[in-house]
C-alpha cells in the first residue's frame, strides 16, 4: 500500500478529530461549507464560460496557424525549436491545453531533448494568465482589469524570454 492512498483519509480523520477536541458540530460545519460553495460557483461559472468560449473560437480561427508561419523565420534565426511555439502561444490562456501540448513533445522528441526541456522550463515559468484573471478577478465581482492583464501577458512574456536562455545557457544548445 502506497502512503499518497492514505494521505487524504488521514487528513480527513485529523479534521474530525480535531473539530471534536475543540467542540465544534464537524457535520454542520461540513454542510454550511458546501452551501457556500454553491454561491461561489454561481459567480465563477459565467466567467469560467466565457473564457472557454474565447479560447475556443481563439483556437478554432486557425490564428495560431497564421501566427505560426509568420513567426517561424524568426524561430530558425535564434535557433529555437518551433515545437514549443504553440505551448508559448496557449500557456497564459490554457494549461491543460499546454499540458498536452507538452506531452506531444515529449512523445515525439523525448523530454530530454532541446523542444522537451524547452517546453517543461516554459511550463514552469510562465502561468494561465487569462485563466487566472478570468478566475480571481471574476469571484470578487472585479469587471475592470486595469493593468492586470497586460502585467501578467508581460510576465508570461519575460518568463518565455528567460526559459530561452535559461535552456540554452544551462544546457548548452
Same mark, same amino acid.
Given at each position: @500500500?502506497?502512503?499518497?492512498?492514505? +494521505?487524504?483519509?488521514?487528513?480527513? /480523520?485529523?479534521?474530525?478529530? %480535531?473539530? #471534536?477536541? !475543540?467542540?465544534?458540530?464537524?457535520?454542520?460545519?461540513?454542510?454550511?461549507?458546501?452551501?457556500?460553495?454553491?454561491?461561489?460557483?454561481?459567480?465563477?461559472?459565467?466567467?469560467?464560460?466565457? @473564457?472557454?468560449?474565447?479560447?475556443? +473560437?481563439?483556437?478554432?480561427?486557425? /490564428?495560431?496557424?497564421?501566427? %505560426?508561419? #509568420?513567426? !517561424?523565420?524568426?524561430?530558425?534565426?535564434?535557433?529555437?525549436?518551433?515545437?514549443?511555439?504553440?505551448?508559448?502561444?496557449?500557456?497564459?490562456?490554457?494549461?491543460?491545453?499546454?499540458?498536452?501540448?507538452?506531452?506531444?513533445?515529449?512523445?515525439?522528441?523525448?523530454?530530454?531533448?532541446?523542444?522537451?526541456?524547452?517546453?517543461?522550463?516554459?511550463?514552469?515559468?510562465?502561468?494561465?494568465?487569462?485563466?487566472?484573471?478570468?478566475?480571481?478577478?471574476?469571484?470578487?465581482?472585479?469587471?475592470?482589469?486595469?493593468?492586470?492583464?497586460?502585467?501578467?501577458?508581460?510576465?508570461?512574456?519575460?518568463?518565455?524570454?528567460?526559459?530561452?536562455?535559461?535552456?540554452?545557457?544551462?544546457?548548452?544548445?
Amino acid at each position: @500500500m502506497q502512503i499518497t492512498n492514505i +494521505i487524504i483519509p488521514i487528513l480527513v /480523520l485529523f479534521i474530525i478529530v %480535531y473539530g #471534536i477536541y !475543540k467542540h465544534v458540530n464537524v457535520y454542520d460545519e461540513f454542510i454550511d461549507g458546501t452551501l457556500e460553495s454553491f454561491d461561489m460557483i454561481r459567480h465563477i461559472f459565467p466567467c469560467l464560460l466565457a @473564457m472557454i468560449l474565447g479560447v475556443n +473560437i481563439f483556437l478554432k480561427s486557425g /490564428l495560431i496557424d497564421l501566427i %505560426y508561419y #509568420i513567426i !517561424k523565420p524568426l524561430f530558425i534565426l535564434i535557433k529555437v525549436p518551433i515545437d514549443v511555439f504553440p505551448m508559448m502561444i496557449m500557456r497564459s490562456i490554457s494549461g491543460t491545453s499546454t499540458l498536452a501540448i507538452l506531452n506531444n513533445i515529449f512523445d515525439l522528441f523525448g523530454p530530454d531533448s532541446y523542444s522537451g526541456r524547452l517546453g517543461s522550463v516554459i511550463q514552469g515559468a510562465t502561468d494561465t494568465t487569462f485563466y487566472v484573471i478570468t478566475l480571481y478577478f471574476g469571484s470578487i465581482g472585479v469587471k475592470k482589469i486595469r493593468y492586470a492583464l497586460w502585467a501578467g501577458l508581460f510576465a508570461d512574456l519575460i518568463g518565455i524570454i528567460a526559459s530561452v536562455i535559461v535552456v540554452k545557457i544551462y544546457f548548452g544548445y
